[in-house]
């Protein structure tokens, strides 16, 4: 038997929800990792601030605790360690320059989130250049986007939605279900296939790319699905982020449902924080906290989407006599979901405010890190000729229909609402 054979490894999920305990309780022991600088205006600023050999020791800092985590990742799920110390740096590199990007003042003004740059600097290289053998065997997309995902936990206080009061919530609720039944029949008229067609349901109704990487942990989807589903997400919310703040603004929308409308329609958290900044402090306030009780019902979804899975999936759901057992369900369900709500739950009713906020800069800076690099990731993985294919244009079209559907009730019910 060969050492590849007998070697302990552990699923994915659990990994993550391993290392993003490991991440919060290191967090919570005292080791907090400086935040690094990224913001500049010139290069003055640049060389002064984000490439000073200050900030440029935290970023070492920073490279390091997340190089082991990502080499932790790699050993339990049985990856090649080699290939991993080798090609991280380089994705870690490109986010770093994608980060600094992104700070730029100018490109701050134009509201584009550091997720979109590092994904647009990995499309650009693996659509132009050719991408090494072993640079592409090393990216671990779905564990990075999985570590951010329990680390958003963090930020998902229950006390903070329940102050929104009923009207947040309900609305929240109401388009979340209208919008995903609207998907998924959509996608179903256009015989999108079954897993894209959950995956895009997720994503448009809930929370954009943490739904969608639920919705594929859930049903075990294809991961090449799961990037064509958040790289339209994130390419459609650069157009939302901008022109709905001004489309609000010439209907003289008021700031209140101006931000329910943001918050329920725009899929990514930080696009919506971006244009409820543009309104005002009313409209990202709503905006924000609208987000987030959508973000709570993360779990609630990944659950039902997994045992709707099993029981239409499974060949024995077929059989009235043998429907799927609470352990098919069970091993359906995606794991790292728990450290989700674990974290929330630990955040929620376990720290003490005063502990959160210590914590909280340095681990939101590591939770937007792991999505950066996640999204380079997608981008080095991802290629123009795969989105546009032929057998890609009936999803985009059903995601493009349901993203306009999602528009317009979101904007409806905000207005009864609100």
């Not at 970023?59 to 080699?82: D, H, M, P, Y």
């Not at 693996?126 to 779905?142: A, C, G, I, K, M």
């Not at 998907?183 to 997720?202: G, R, Y």
Request: one cysteine or more; aromatic letters at 12%; charged letters at 10%.
């Amino acid at each position: 038997m060969t050492s590849a054979q007998t070697r302990f490894t552990i699923h994915e999920d659990w990994t993550v929800v391993l290392l993003g305990s490991l991440i919060i309780i290191l967090a919570l022991a005292g080791l907090l990792l400086p935040v690094p600088v990224f913001g500049w205006k010139d290069n003055a600023d640049l060389f002064s601030k984000v490439l000073s050999p200050k900030n440029l020791l935290i970023l070492a800092e920073q490279f390091l605790f997340v190089l082991v985590i990502a080499a932790l990742g790699a050993s339990f799920t049985g990856k090649n360690l080699r290939s991993t110390l080798t090609g991280f740096p380089v994705v870690y590199l490109l986010t770093i320059f994608a980060l600094i990007l992104a700070g730029n003042s100018t490109i701050k003004g134009l509201n584009l989130e550091a997720v979109i740059i590092s994904l647009s600097l990995g499309l650009i290289i693996s659509n132009f250049l050719h991408l090494p053998e072993w640079l592409r065997t090393s990216l671990s997309t779905e564990l990075f986007v999985k570590i951010g995902l329990v680390l958003l936990g963090t930020t998902i206080i229950f006390s903070d939605i329940l102050k929104a009061g009923s009207l947040g919530l309900m609305q929240s609720l109401v388009v979340v279900i209208s919008v995903w039944y609207f998907a998924f029949w959509l996608c179903k008229k256009l015989n999108v296939d079954d897993e894209t067609t959950m995956m895009i349901s997720s994503a448009v109704s809930i929370c954009g790319v943490s739904a969608a990487i639920a919705t594929s942990g859930a049903i075990k989807g294809d991961p090449k699905k799961l990037s064509y589903v958040i790289s339209m997400v994130l390419i459609t919310a650069i157009p939302m982020m901008i022109f709905m703040p001004i489309i609000a603004h010439y209907f003289h929308f008021s700031q209140e449902v101006t931000g329910a409308w943001l918050g329920g329609s725009i899929d990514t958290t930080g696009a919506v924080v971006a244009s409820g900044t543009l309104v005002g402090e009313a409209a990202l306030k709503i905006s924000t906290i609208v987000k987030f009780s959508q973000n709570v019902l993360l779990g609630v979804a990944a659950f039902a989407i997994s045992v709707y899975w099993t029981y239409t999936k499974n060949p024995a759901a077929n059989d009235a006599e043998q429907k799927p057992t609470l352990k098919v369900i069970w091993e359906r369900f995606p794991k790292f979901v728990l450290g989700f709500i674990g974290a929330s739950l630990v955040f929620s009713f376990l720290v003490s405010p005063e502990t959160a906020k210590t914590v909280s800069g340095s681990l939101k800076n590591l939770q937007g890190l792991w999505f950066a690099l996640a999204f380079t990731s997608i981008g080095l993985e991802t290629k123009f000729s795969d989105l546009f294919s032929k057998n890609s244009r009936k999803p985009l079209y059903a995601f493009l229909l349901a993203q306009t559907f999602n528009i317009f009730i979101t904007l409806a019910i905000a207005l009864l609402l609100f």
